[in-house]
């Protein structure tokens, strides 16, 4: 099993960038595949991103496509969210997750309930 710490959330304006980090220890890190989701008030969790136990693939919702980007250090065991251009709807409590395999397919990499391990999460807030 892995155990899962998020950082780096914050306030921010619109339009700015935050970059929220992940830090992994327990299991070979390199044996899981990642993703980030959020949860807003009121709402149900969103998954977000996904990436592979490799780092060689990566999955994005429509909704951050082309504004967020995920990425991991396997020799770090460290996974990244890079949010740029944010929005007062990207406002949540952030989290990042594991599963052990390598990869996943379509939309199941936005599913919760492909994920085992969580972290505690991060809030976010975006003012405007």
């Known amino acids: 099993q892995v155990q899962l710490v998020e950082s780096g959330g914050g306030s921010v304006q619109a339009g700015g960038s935050l970059r929220l980090s992940c830090g992994a220890s327990?299991?070979?890190?390199?044996?899981?595949?990642m993703g980030w989701f959020r949860q807003a008030p009121g709402k149900e969790r969103e998954g977000i991103a996904g990436?592979?136990?490799?780092?060689?693939?990566?999955y994005y919702s429509e909704s951050v496509k082309g504004r967020f980007a995920i990425s991991r250090d396997n020799a770090a065991n460290m996974l990244y969210l890079q949010m740029n251009n944010l929005d007062v709807e990207d406002t949540a409590v952030y989290y990042c997750a594991a599963e052990y395999g390598t990869t996943l397919y379509g939309s199941k990499w936005l599913s919760p309930a492909s994920y085992k391990y969580w972290g505690q999460g991060t809030q976010v807030t975006v003012s405007s």
């Open positions: 990436i592979t136990s490799a780092g060689g693939g990566t």
């Open positions: 327990g299991d070979t890190y390199n044996s899981y595949y």
